[in-house]
């Protein structure tokens, strides 16, 4: 806006070369050869799942037992399960389930990692101490065994599954955020806006936060991919989301019973997991690369 | 292949008969291209030269002139994605274009030895020295492990390695830099090559080192009589150190010849121009220094005619339709210029004339201090004040070092040992030293950046600094006017509308494009990027400017624009500066007064041309023999009295006077008592017992 308005207040076209990457700007997505990848599975796999309730599918919980067991037809493109369930509309719904715990828990990941990590790395001393003791206590488990046991306090269901897999990711984040933070803060702006007495808000929101985005974003993309692999584990183990509300987890277990007759009540909805999650970590791939300054060049 | 046609008609100097003994380096029509993402960097763009048995060669040239790539081309290795597209390099009339890998492995090393820029980073940290030196000796000369090892040692003591037999099974770390750079030439002559080359070897070192170092080089190659190539961007090294030398310029050599015909009567308008405007450590100081106006070409850009036509002021038509080839002048001399005499076309001094054209001709208009709400200068000025803006007294920075055992105190390293200044209005002070002296320390304690040990800083007014690598202090994620508008902001001084009409004030003071300010750092050149970081100095009106090291980041050519900027600054808004720097002469054309530090004490200090002309103290005297004049003549003719050994370590300084552990004049009552800075002639002062 500023720079606008000062290029036309002297009569001259804004600048042409814009910045490079700028996180509004998503022109990497389609510069950039992993990102790339990753666009080509993920928008079909986003469109077909919220175009599901336009499209003429069985409902997820609707049974019909004379179909049981189908194998993959054009009526049904997953085949049905034992109670005749479309398990192409029940994968469908299941992504919607997964996607939305992936991109929770990145989202309270990004939150928390930021708000604590710059704290502790920026403060240092008594506050770094006391934060990072917490994190390394959480650190030090497993994290599926971690949300095995919140789950079991927490009882099943989406958002205890959403917690207890944040719980687990919440330390990585501020781990990372930390060691981002330790490094910027010995870098010559700072010194440069500490000579002009910037306050400390100040150094925190406008020259590191800001740098620490990048490195962020390509973490928080494999965290999603992550949480909709533990997410499905839950659920596969029975901690998870229950039945009969469907999760990609859920479905997997159903038909594990029946992996000789009915492969595909398992193996395709196992698929589009790994089809998720492999796009996630191109994506974060894409990321990486498209913020590198080394790559850039 | 294709090129052993034309390897018979390579062209000779002109007037130089072509010896019966062929040259040891024959390269001709060399192309090393960069292929980046946004583009091909045409960083060697047809490069053809030859260097004799036993000569040195210095290769001058700017960052980006293509001169390392050049070099690396000539080993082949080009660090990704770079490739060398053509050519042909003969060494020993081999041609090495197109040898495998296993083959070229067995040159380097052997025939060709190299000494990289930073010895720091040039060696393997984990490695013994032993380890690094032995290996490839016993590879290339096909020795046993006994006598691979004292081939090495004996190596080490010619490079002036003390205590060498022992040294040799020490890691990196526990060397210093000097050192270092020891070990790499010691292990480039290990082999006995042919060849050696040198890239910027002193560049990371400081000045009485690089004194060492090049002396070192010198005899080295005098004594085993292997040629060497010496990339460089400093002249007076040149000067100092070669026979031959060649300059780049864009990915082309423009002028070649002896460094006698080359200084004395240089023909191409960039060699011309640089020789004028770099500040001299000796003779007369020029008002304001000459400067070559704009920038060296974007190298992924296609160049139609002369690469030097937008900064050359002699250039005419046809420069920018064709480019002149490298075309044989008087002597050896070549150069690639249509104009026969280059700037000198009219008579010597027509290079001045036409060089001071591209000084800014506009009104100097005043500097209005706008009146924005909550104004900076917290002190007006009172003209009953001796108008000192800024008193030092007895500062003190020690840095505590923590044990490895908990209940032991942990070693005291003394930075800053106490030092008091004081600085008038409009003056300018330099402060230099080698590093490790405290100049730094002290700068920041100036600014507030850190606390000092003891002792009182006093300042009339507000203070700014002026970064030395504009890119990292500045955010790379903001835009050049939050920048430049950041101390206002953050003071909360104006609003909006007036920050950025300050803005706008302030980056044309500094002589930049309002368009600029809409851009990132990254998108800047160096040059740009130190003027915004005047620009940004200047926002909060300061009455004193700490300049840290301000050109040491940028290109000789682009040095000067900076230094005149700051020196018209001075003259139009009377700040004072306090200018670091370890770079003398620049410090010499810049202040009013200098202090010398060593050890974090200051040695001697007085008016800049009195102690340039008449150095008292011991360290003045080496650190200005030191520095390497661009005069071939000078440099024949001095004989430097080189410093001995290494600074010593601020955590155990010898005791007595901190100098005396490498000073030749030293006396039994130096190492017992500390000289007191005394009063010396009118307006010195100096620290040794031997001046009174």
């Not at chain 1, 990585?172 to 910037?198: E, G, H, M, N, W």
């Not at chain 2, 790539?69 to 041609?95: C, F, H, N, T």
């Not at chain 2, 000494?115 to 380890?131: A, G, T, W």
């Not at chain 2, 070559?292 to 002369?306: A, E, N, R, S, V």
Request: charged share 20%; net charge positive.
């Amino acid at each position: 806006m500023k720079q606008e308005a000062v290029a036309r207040a002297v009569g001259q076209p804004a600048v042409a070369s814009r910045p490079r990457i700028q996180l509004p700007y998503l022109s990497f997505l389609y510069v950039n050869k992993n990102a790339k990848w990753a666009m080509v599975i993920l928008l079909p796999i986003l469109l077909i799942t919220f175009l599901a309730p336009f499209l003429p599918l069985q409902a997820p919980l609707e049974s019909n037992i004379r179909a049981s067991l189908n194998a993959p037809s054009l009526e049904h493109p997953f085949g049905t399960d034992k109670l005749g369930r479309d398990v192409f509309s029940r994968t469908l719904s299941g992504i919607k389930v997964s996607l939305f715990v992936g991109m929770t828990v990145a989202l309270i990941s990004l939150a928390f990692g930021i708000a604590l990590g710059t704290a502790s790395g920026f403060f240092g001393k008594t506050v770094d101490r006391v934060i990072m003791g917490v994190v390394d206590i959480f650190l030090a488990f497993p994290s599926l065994l971690l949300a095995i046991g919140l789950v079991a306090i927490l009882g099943a269901g989406t958002v205890p599954v959403i917690c207890a897999i944040s719980l687990a990711d919440v330390p990585r984040f501020i781990r990372l955020q930390r060691s981002l933070v330790l490094s910027l803060k010995s870098r010559p702006f700072i010194d440069a806006a500490r000579t002009v007495q910037a306050p400390r808000l100040w150094l925190m929101t406008k020259h590191i936060v800001p740098n620490t985005i990048a490195p962020l974003l390509v973490a928080a993309s494999i965290t999603a991919a992550n949480a909709i692999l533990i997410e499905a584990s839950l659920s596969f183990l029975g901690l998870g989301i229950l039945p009969p509300e469907p999760s990609l987890g859920n479905i997997i277990k159903d038909g594990q019973v029946y992996l000789q007759q009915a492969w595909w009540i398992s193996t395709l909805p196992g698929a589009v997991i790994l089809l998720i999650a492999i796009s996630l970590h191109f994506l974060s791939d894409g990321i990486r690369e498209a913020l590198d300054p080394r790559a850039r060049k | 292949m294709e090129n052993g046609a034309t390897a018979g008609t390579i062209n000779r100097p002109a007037g130089k008969q072509a010896s019966l003994t062929q040259p040891l380096l024959q390269v001709q029509d060399l192309h090393t291209h960069f292929f980046t993402e946004s583009g091909t960097v045409k960083a060697v763009n047809g490069v053809s030269f030859e260097l004799q048995r036993g000569e040195r060669l210095a290769v001058v040239g700017e960052s980006g002139s293509g001169k390392s790539a050049m070099a690396m081309s000539l080993i082949q290795l080009i660090a990704y994605p770079g490739k060398l597209v053509s050519g042909s390099i003969r060494l020993d009339g081999k041609e090495l274009v197109g040898l495998g890998e296993p083959e070229l492995n067995k040159l380097r090393g052997s025939a060709i030895g190299t000494v990289f820029q930073d010895p720091m980073s040039s060696l393997d940290p984990v490695m013994r020295v032993e380890d690094q030196m032995i290996q490839p000796i016993r590879m290339h000369l096909k020795l046993g492990q006994k006598e691979a090892r004292k081939h090495a040692v004996d190596l080490l003591t010619r490079v002036g390695i003390p205590d060498a037999d022992n040294r040799i099974s020490a890691y990196p770390f526990e060397m210093s830099g000097g050192m270092r750079q020891r070990v790499m030439i010691a292990m480039a002559l290990s082999c006995r090559p042919k060849l050696i080359l040198a890239d910027e070897p002193t560049t990371a070192l400081d000045v009485t080192i690089q004194a060492q170092i090049v002396e070192l080089l010198k005899t080295m190659t005098e004594t085993t009589g292997s040629a060497m190539m010496f990339i460089t961007h400093d002249l007076g090294l040149v000067a100092r150190f070669a026979q031959k030398v060649a300059v780049m310029y864009a990915g082309k050599i423009v002028e070649s010849g002896t460094v006698g015909e080359i200084f004395s009567s240089p023909k191409h308008p960039y060699t011309q121009s640089l020789l004028k405007t770099i500040p001299s450590v000796s003779g007369e100081k020029r008002r304001r220094l000459l400067q070559i106006q704009g920038l060296p070409p974007d190298m992924k850009l296609h160049i139609t005619g002369c690469s030097y036509k937008e900064r050359c002021p002699a250039a005419s038509e046809r420069c920018y339709t064709d480019a002149p080839e490298l075309m044989p002048r008087e002597g050896g001399q070549s150069a690639a210029c249509w104009l026969k005499n280059g700037l000198m076309t009219e008579g010597y001094e027509s290079i001045t004339t036409l060089l001071s054209q591209g000084e800014k001709p506009e009104a100097k208009e005043g500097w209005n201090r706008i009146p924005l709400n909550g104004s900076v200068s917290e002190q007006p000025d009172s003209p009953g004040d001796d108008n000192v803006v800024l008193r030092i007294t007895d500062l003190h920075k020690h840095f505590k070092k923590a044990s490895l055992l908990p209940w032991k105190k942990g070693a005291e390293i003394r930075a800053v040992g106490g030092i008091s200044l004081k600085l008038q209005r409009g003056e300018t002070m330099g402060i230099v030293g080698e590093s490790g002296c405290g100049k730094s320390t002290t700068a920041r304690m100036l600014l507030g950046l850190d606390e000092p040990t003891s002792g009182r800083i006093e300042i009339n007014g507000s203070i700014q600094i002026v970064f030395q690598d504009p890119y990292s202090s500045f955010n790379p994620k903001m835009k050049i006017s939050d920048i430049i508008a950041e101390p206002l902001h953050v003071r909360k001084i104006g609003t909006k509308e007036e920050r950025l009409r300050r803005v706008r004030e302030l980056i044309k003071k500094v002589g930049l494009d309002l368009s600029y300010l809409s851009r990132y750092p990254s998108q800047l050149s160096g040059g740009q990027r130190q003027r915004v970081g005047v620009a940004r100095a200047l926002a909060l009106d300061p009455s004193i400017v700490v300049a840290d090291e301000p050109t040491s980041a940028l290109d000789v050519s682009v040095r000067a624009q900076i230094i005149n900027l700051l020196c018209d600054l001075k003259e139009e808004m009377g700040l004072s500066f306090v200018f670091i720097s370890h770079d003398l002469s620049t410090v010499r054309y810049i202040s009013d007064t200098i202090a010398v530090m060593y050890l974090g004490e200051i040695v001697e200090y007085g008016p800049a041309e009195e102690i340039f002309v008449h150095p008292a103290h011991p360290y003045t005297k080496a650190l200005l023999a030191a520095v390497p004049v661009p005069d071939p003549m000078i440099e024949g003719e001095r004989t430097i009295e080189q410093l001995r050994g290494e600074l010593p370590s601020p955590a155990n300084p010898p005791a007595g006077c901190a100098f005396s552990s490498r000073c030749p004049h030293v006396t039994a009552k130096c190492t017992e008592r500390k000289p007191p800075l005394r009063g010396y002639l009118e307006r010195r002062e100096v620290a040794c017992h031997a001046v009174s």
